[in-house]
């Protein structure tokens, strides 16, 4: 029996997925695709996280679409917000009739002989497994284990009496009102969860081994809001632009006066923060800005709570779970109810899909990222992580257009496969992981990640603007993509 074929096999059904398949029916029309999902819903991460005041860590204006620009009033949007606009643009494109929900995909095949690769999917339902081919594949699944958040083994774990959470699995019943929390962590989902759980909760203390940068940002854009008369087509693509050259000014500013932008920083929270609070110690990092991703809180809630007195940040270390609460390797006891550690993400490059290129597995931390779209030495297929140091969607928008253009020409042209050659470097380069931050979860998948070379096409240079010329503007045939 012959198995199910599409042109073009999408992988996930979250933000980057729904985006190319809406891209696929703009930019490549009558190609016939369909979209993979483990989960029973729309959204990926937008739908998976539900922890207390869960929100976009970027502005809208850029997280939204190009094609669909963001209409909401608030620039930083909740989880729900998000979560409906994705679904409203599958509605809206009809994508939502292409989607097969509960596949997981677990392995991929391609056969040169026959230019296409054939999927194995696993129903998360049922336990039963699935086979379909396509000529193309693209994974949209972005990097971490939906099914597991990373939780470090603390000393005395079990010794505490009360709840132990983790954000990326939220408990419905849980409940912290006029109650004692400790929040472990220091990233974007605890700087998120703190002030969300300070408004209910008797008190809630941010513990955290060292501080990371913290920036308010306002969650109305006022440019947005002058131009809120203007039809979305006009007043969209201003304000995406003015975004995106305000933070590409800010991470290349970080690159190349870190002190300053460091004494930015510094004066910003110190404005935000009672006099005499101990900047330097709870708001003062170790490192460089944009070597970790800087954590934006909309309106400076987190810096309110904490002058308000609702919420406290202690910098120190965890000695051991007690019945209580945690000891601190200071000496101190924070005493608690609820313990939520906010201790980030478990890496898992492209869903954790296997993948097999003629008879041959393919190593992902062997690989040489092409454009920071493509893999070398893999034909037709396509990955798809957004930036670091900006939107997200900037990058997955310009991913699928590029994916768009490789369809094209290989119909225009009767071709069948695009593979990114391997590359050569001379003796002694050294490559570096396609996410290229100092960031915990990165350090501890760094193995499982494709590698970036030191130059173009081959390098990330986490700037919108040289991936707009070189995925947009640049011929498409080059001595680095080869084409059969």
Known sequence: MPLDHVDVLIVGAGLSGIGTACHLTRDAPGRTYAILEARD???????????PGVRSDSDMFTLGYAFRPWRGERSIADGAAIREYIRDTA????????????HRVVRAEWSSADARWTVTAERTDTGERTRLTCSFLTACAGYYRYDRGHTPDFPGADRFTGPVVHPQHWPRDLDWRDRRVVVIGSGATAVTLVPA???EAAHVTMLQRSPGYVAALAATDPLARALRRLPPRLS???VRWKNVLVSVAGFQLSRRRPKLMKALL?????????????????FTPRYDPWDQRLCAVPDGDLFRAVSEGSASIVTDHVETFTETGIALASGIHLDADVIVTATGLTLHPIGGLRLRVDGHDVDLGRTVAYKGAMLSGVPNF????????????????LVARYVCRVLNHLQDHGLRAATPLTPTF???TELSPLIDLSSGYVRRGVHALPRQGPRTPWRLHQNYLRDVRLLRRSPLTDRHLHFT
């Not at 819903?41 to 922890?51: E, K, M, N, P, S």
């Open 91 to 102: 509605r809206a494109y009809g994508v939502d009739r292409y989607i097969r929900f509960r």
């Open 382 to 397: 396509a990955l798809t992580l957004g930036y670091t140091n900006a939107s997200w969607t900037l990058k997955a928008d």
């Open 197 to 199: 759980l300070a408004e």
């Open 426 to 428: 001379p003796p002694g």
């Open 41 to 51: 819903a729309v959204g990926g991460t937008w739908d998976l996280f539900r922890y």
């Open 236 to 238: 969209g693509p201003v």
């Open 266 to 282: 510094r004066r910003g929270v110190t404005r935000w923060l009672p006099p005499g609070y101990d900047v330097d110690t709870h």
